[in-house]
């Protein structure tokens, strides 16, 4: 039996404390919160764990430099705090990085008072950071060549941390610890009714892969489920003092652009008056975001978006050729769920770029939900307490919080890894130029399971051999992410377990036999369905939200 198939027999039938709603970094942290205190937690989403909105994030864990413009310090600190936090307990996931910001003469600060900013930042985030720094237009073009500095008065370079996997995998990491918790967790299962009855929710799901009819219950009920929350709870006639509003940001995934520093993000103001980022992954450079309400969390990238990109870009870097939608190696296009009271339509309507990404928990006593609305990456730990909190009071007893539902395996663990790693000389197998070792990237991405990987490697040193060879992805893994990590559709694999559609080319992946074996690997016999699964979906046009389609999963 699948470890999915094994989680949905424990679903089905059973009695949960909690039940949450949604796999996004929300309900991925709630369930790891509540988990780890003894809770017993269903987690279940409709589509794959950080599936929606946290797979198409800028990668970025930051404190929010840009809502000091409108002096919102409590929100700032918070964040600078849980980023703090995250550093220290991701060490090698989460790294500091510095941010330079290339101010024009049409920019709305001059470099002198962004400076005097950045200092403030600084120490509102506790001097968690390396200290900030300011450059004249030489200074600039000396630091990195590739800006163009004909118009450039200047540069404050502020730091802040990145995600150096990404961002689905952290979520992942969050179901892989209320996994190791005790939850049951599933992905593709859908909610499809709950009712209140007595001390409990009745809850009627379907596994969406199989068509399997579950139910199960629970005496509280999270909605992590992001943009869908209102919804959700509209479905109940739960109604909460603030809603949620969408707005649509895109990144456009290019060949590397950096010249120097390939761990530094650049920072520049578009013509609207609005930051944009140069953000480095791996051997690519992620250029975003933008910033357009829509009224659906359903989104894509149009033209306009990614032309007017290309051109913000373009204009403010001195490239050998400008680039072009040919250069676009892959697309990222999501939306971020801001948190508004309700009845603030025209305070909506007048500041909507200046609306934050702060989160609110709200919570029903006589329906015994909590509500999670917006929020984002680098804030999850706050989230992960404060729903705890709130399910304790409404009567679910937790254990004292250790603190040890998150972070990275302790640092002894770590040693003898590497140790090991060292012994049986696992880096001596990468030969690739421009690549981190092998040790690093295992560690990093498994944590104590990549143990398991160096067995692997000495039984058959063929487990040490990239499947794909510009998908830096050992065979090993691939047997990792088969038997532990739930992947039910190709596209989990390669979009979210690992980040192979985002900086690979599709023409390099498609019709390869290091993708057939790759599918051969997931799915075994059911490969080939799965397989022409996957080309379909790349090859569908983009989805709008029609009601009669099925919605992409909930996630925060």
């Known amino acids: 039996m699948s470890l999915r198939s094994a989680n949905i027999e424990r679903i089905d039938g059973g009695l949960f404390d909690v039940l949450v709603v949604g796999a996004g970094i929300n309900g991925a942290v709630s369930a790891a919160a509540l988990a780890g205190r ?76 962004a400076g005097l900013g950045a200092t403030a930042y600084w120490g509102i985030g506790l001097f968690g950071t390396e200290r900030p720094h300011l450059y004249d237009a030489e200074e600039v073009k000396a630091q990195e060549p590739v800006i163009d500095t004909s118009d450039v ?44 009855i007595g001390d409990r929710w009745v809850c009627h799901l379907r596994d969406t892969d199989t068509g399997a009819e579950i139910t199960t219950a629970a005496r509280v009920v999270v909605n992590a489920a992001g943009p869908f929350v209102d919804d959700l709870n509209s479905s109940w006639d739960l109604r909460t003092e603030h809603r949620i509003v969408c707005s649509k940001g895109i990144h456009l995934v290019v060949p590397r652009l950096t010249t120097t520093h390939h761990d530094r993000v650049l920072a520049f103001f578009d013509d609207t008056q609005r930051l944009f980022y140069v953000i480095p992954m791996g051997r690519r450079s992620v250029i975003g975001t933008t910033d357009t309400r829509v009224d659906s969390p359903y989104t894509e990238v149009t033209d306009e978006d990614r032309h007017f990109l290309l051109d913000q870009i373009n204009a403010r870097l001195d490239l050998p050729t400008p680039l072009t939608p040919d250069d676009v190696i892959a697309e990222r296009c999501g939306v971020r769920p801001l948190v508004v009271r309700r009845g603030g339509g025209d305070q909506v309507d007048a500041d909507w770029t200046s609306l934050s990404r702060k ?10 939900v909590v509500t999670v609305l917006g929020g984002k990456l680098t804030d999850c730990l706050n989230v992960g307490e404060e729903v705890a909190a709130e399910v304790e009071h409404l009567g679910i007893p937790l254990e004292k919080d250790l603190a040890n539902w998150y972070g990275e395996p302790a ?20 030969t690739k130029p421009d690549t981190e070792p092998l040790s690093d990237r295992l560690w990093r991405r498994y944590g104590r399971r990549a143990f398991d990987l160096l067995e692997a490697i000495r039984a058959d040193p063929a487990m040490g051999e990239d499947v794909m060879g510009s998908a830096d992805y050992l ?30 080319r599709d023409e390099d992946i498609d019709d390869s036999d290091g993708l057939r074996e790759v599918a051969r690997i997931l799915f075994g016999a059911d490969a080939d369905r799965r397989l022409a699964d996957y080309h379909a979906q790349k090859h569908r046009p983009p989805h709008h939200g029609s009601e009669r389609e099925p919605a992409p999963d909930p996630a925060s």
Not at 97 to 102: T, V, Y
Not at 361 to 366: G, L
């Open 38 to 113: 003894g809770a017993s937690v269903a987690l279940i989403d409709r589509g794959d764990f950080g599936g929606f909105t946290s797979q198409e994030s800028s990668n970025l864990v930051w404190g929010g430099f840009k809502y000091l413009e409108n002096y919102e310090l409590p929100l700032v600190f918070g964040l600078c705090r849980s980023r703090n936090r995250l550093m220290k307990a991701y060490a090698d996931n989460i790294k500091e990085i510095g941010f330079l910001a290339a101010l024009d003469h049409s920019s709305p600060y001059k470099p002198w008072f």
């Open 153 to 196: 008065r200047g540069a404050i370079e502020y730091r802040d941390a990145y995600l150096v996997d990404n961002d689905s995998r952290f979520v992942f990491s969050f179901v892989r610890s209320a996994v190791e918790a005790g939850a049951a967790v599933a992905n593709y299962v859908e909610l499809t009714s709950a009712k209140r």
């Open 359 to 368: 989160h609110e928990i709200e919570r029903d006593d006589q329906r015994a």
């Open 411 to 430: 640092a002894q663990t770590r040693a003898e890894f590497f140790r090991q790693a060292r012994l049986m000389r696992l880096d001596a197998l990468r």
């Open 475 to 504: 065979r090993a893994e691939l047997y990792t992410a088969a038997e532990h990590e739930m992947v039910v559709t190709l596209d989990d694999f390669m979009r979210r377990r690992s980040k192979i559609d985002l900086v690979v």
